[in-house]
């Protein structure tokens, strides 16, 4: 839409300047006008997450193209709300296989002189305990396995040895960043033509589907780890708008029930 308005735009010009010689009477152009397709596009520029349809799609292809520690790594930012600098910090040791959870309780963190520090998370609410479906399972211990295999072939020396995502910087495991994370998203989407949006608003988009799901507000609050439910409330009010007009609805269709 945008390269059509600007195409109009230069050849608005030109007609303009026929006018002037009297070359024509009249510029064409000017009768041009932008139908709503044109608010529409700017309203899903500015949509902050993916609908059901457009992860399947981003899966699907990152399963294909990317590596298998991007691909888990995207799966499971989807799939689990989690913040990105709480998946830079995961260790094996917060996957309990058998109960089907993760153990959030550290976050990843930039200090001064671009040192690399894993501390507790900001506030208590985001130590949490996230249930996390099977597929989704099988695949961060598919990598788990395979970052064993790789550090006996490379001899890895690093007392981060137990991190789920990282890297190996001269035989030395070094944590992957939330920027390398969004540096491979924006690769996918531009590539792709995907709707543009950030590794932060996969968690967005987590939610969206939560919400579109049936979840309530509370147990969507508990499972992202914020604070105050009023956050949920602002930030994914395009759900909960439709969801309060859906309540309104079926209440409204209970009462015109006279069984």
Known sequence: MKLLQTQVTAARLVFKHAVRYEYIEKNPL???YYPKIQEEE???EQREYWTKEEIIQFLAISEQQSELRDFVA?????FSGMRRGELCALTDEDINFEQRTIKVNKTFAWKKAHIVKIEP???KNSIRE???DQTTLALIKKLITANKNQDLQVGA???RSRLIFYRYKDSEKAPLTPMHFNKKLDILC???HFHRITVHQLRHSHASILFKAGANVKDVQERLGHADIKTILNIYTHVTDTKREKTADLFAKHMENQN
């Open 30 to 32: 000017d009768l041009v």
């Open 74 to 78: 995207f799966r499971l930012l989807l």
């Open 121 to 123: 998370p900001k506030t």
């Open 190 to 192: 531009r590539e792709h």
């Open 130 to 132: 996230i249930s996390i």
């Open 42 to 44: 700017e309203e899903t």
């Open 157 to 159: 020396r690093s007392s």
